[in-house]
């Protein structure tokens, strides 16, 4: 791994603060402002050169070194990480938009362990009623544990049934039981993953996966159960996931289990309210609260009336943390550091160098413009979920997000724009893309719709409020979540080009007459839909 000597030292000496990392950073400002007096129409240009791969790899460097341990949420290196975020705002001009007059949105965590022995989960279905022990039948995979009995509807959903009919399943409110086969190969597994992320996004109070693993794999998740984790706290407690053996349910249960496994067509059962039900009862231990952090700037927009409204751009600065963490994430030799270059420190340093470019001066765009690094989004899109619940700005005068997510590698020459089918900011792209043909970057439809990325990243959070969102991804790699993931794979140059389109795109939303429009049968889908509003 690529250690920073000069970060290290600044660390040393001052462990939350980055006045040597602003230090660092600030070489480029004089150059431009000894440009300042150039004619005010090559301002946008101007202020597109200074997104460099120079200045890529640099602040990716910072953000993805080893001493940031992997920024995981929360922890020290994630705390270094927001502070140079701010110093970086501050040092270009953006006004504080956090709290108490602060870069900094601050969200509440807790670390919580459930106790297996004391949770159960019973499933009714007419005569029959069985009990399953978390100590011994059932796993809590994640989700919130409910406050006191939680008791639900059921559905039960199973055979061939594909992502896309379980993602329009009418589920809101109830609970899913998703017979699945873990017996399978590789594509059989790859589709049940993809179902079950549909299941979750379609809206139920629990989703359980009703599993055929054999006691010897069900053992560990039982044991891993119980370790501590962290949680959020929302008020309302997230979807419940478990998966359950279905060994431990009555041979007739059973049987039928392995006739659903069997089918080739789908299978949706509802199931009558007054005979069948989900009754979940669990208990966990509260060990500790803390809290993590969101960094918020803003550049205030120079027309009289649409400065009041604001075009977001966003990137978690979060990452895995270390192999100990038990993410998945694997130690390979004496390389232990989860770094995430590409995940996420290439889109957090896309929106810096974003803020450095609408920072030059002569340059404002007629609407306000929110830089927001969020965090915990590997945990479950913690920050941005929070920052959504409560805006430091309206969210009613959100007029887009254009969020970027792992831009920092793959092809040299394309970058996947997720949702342009959803809002006629497709269409936008799709304009400013043509004219700027110098930038050999082609921005593209979703190429793995069935992956649902469009519900695994921060802008979703902003998309279910109603906010028409763009999501920029160059998809995963063999690094992804592992220590592999590191700045020297970076590919700075292509980045920049990214960076620079995005740049572009904002300048044209940021200064249009009218607000970006959602496709309506989008809008009825995601924003009305059951994880909207």
């Known amino acids: 791994m690529h250690r920073s000597t000069a970060l290290l030292l600044a660390l040393a000496a001052a462990p939350l603060a980055a006045g040597p990392l602003a230090a660092q950073a600030a070489a480029p400002a004089a150059p431009r402002a000894a440009k300042a007096a150039q004619p005010a129409a090559g301002v946008v240009a101007r202020a597109a050169a200074t997104i460099t791969e120079q200045d890529v790899r640099r602040r990716i460097g910072i953000i993805a070194d080893d001493s940031m341990q992997g920024r995981d949420t929360p922890s020290r290196g994630l705390d270094l990480t927001a502070q140079y975020l701010a110093d970086e705002y501050k040092r270009l001009g953006l006004k504080p938009a956090g709290e108490n007059g602060t870069y900094f949105q601050r969200y509440p965590i807790t670390m919580r362990a459930l106790v ?81 992320r549909a299941l979750a996004a379609a809206g139920p109070k629990a989703l359980v996966l009703m599993g055929n693993r054999d006691s010897t794999a069900f053992a560990p998740l039982l044991r891993m159960q119980a370790r501590p984790r962290t949680v959020i706290d929302l008020g309302e407690p997230p979807r419940l996931v478990v998966e359950a053996r279905d060994a431990a349910m009555p041979a007739e249960a059973r049987a039928h289990f392995a006739k659903i496994r069997a089918m080739s067509e789908p299978l949706v059962e509802v199931l009558p309210a007054d005979s069948a039900r989900l009754e979940v009862r669990m208990q966990e231990a509260v060990q500790s609260s803390t809290t993590a952090p969101n960094v918020v700037a803003v550049l205030e927009g120079s027309d009289p009336k649409l400065k009041h409204e604001y075009v977001v751009l966003s990137a978690h600065m979060d990452h895995v943390g270390t192999a100990a963490g038990g993410h998945g994430c694997a130690a390979k030799g004496a390389d232990s550091i989860c770094n995430g270059a590409d995940d996420d420190a290439s889109g957090t340093v896309g929106v810096v160098e974003l803020a450095e470019a609408f920072a030059t001066k002569g340059l404002r765009t007629k609407r306000s413009l929110l830089f927001l690094n969020v965090s915990g989004e590997e945990k479950g899109l913690w920050g941005s979920r929070y920052f959504s619940e409560h805006p ?32 006629d900011l497709g269409a936008t792209l799709n304009r400013v893309n043509a004219a700027h043909p110098e930038l050999g970057m082609t921005a593209i439809d979703d190429k793995w719709p069935e992956e649902r990325f469009y519900f695994r990243s921060d802008h979703y ?39 620079k389109l995005v740049f572009y795109l904002t300048h044209d939303i940021a200064n249009a007459p009218a607000r970006p429009q959602w496709n309506p049968e989008s809008y009825k889908e995601i924003a009305e839909g059951p994880g909207g509003r």
């Open 116 to 196: 297996p022995e004391q949770s159960t989960l019973t499933i009714v279905h007419g005569a029959m009623r069985a009990t399953l022990r978390f100590d011994r039948d059932a796993v809590f995979q994640r989700g919130g544990v409910p406050e006191g009995a939680l008791t639900l509807p059921l559905v039960v959903v199973g055979g061939g049934i594909t992502p896309e009919a379980a993602a329009k399943l009418p589920l809101d409110g109830k609970a899913v039981v998703y017979v699945a086969d873990y017996q399978g190969d590789a594509a059989a597994s790859q589709r049940r993953t993809q179902v079950m």
């Open 392 to 423: 430091t700005v309206p969210l009613k005068d959100v007029v887009a997000d254009l969020n970027m997510d792992m831009i920092g590698r793959n092809w040299p020459d394309t970058i996947v724009a997720i949702g342009k089918e959803h809002s």
């Open 461 to 499: 959070n902003f998309a279910r409020k109603g906010v028409p969102i763009l999501f920029f991804f160059n998809g995963v790699h063999p690094d992804y979540h592992q220590v592999g993931d590191s700045p020297d794979k970076i590919d700075a140059e292509k980045e920049a080009r990214i960076v």
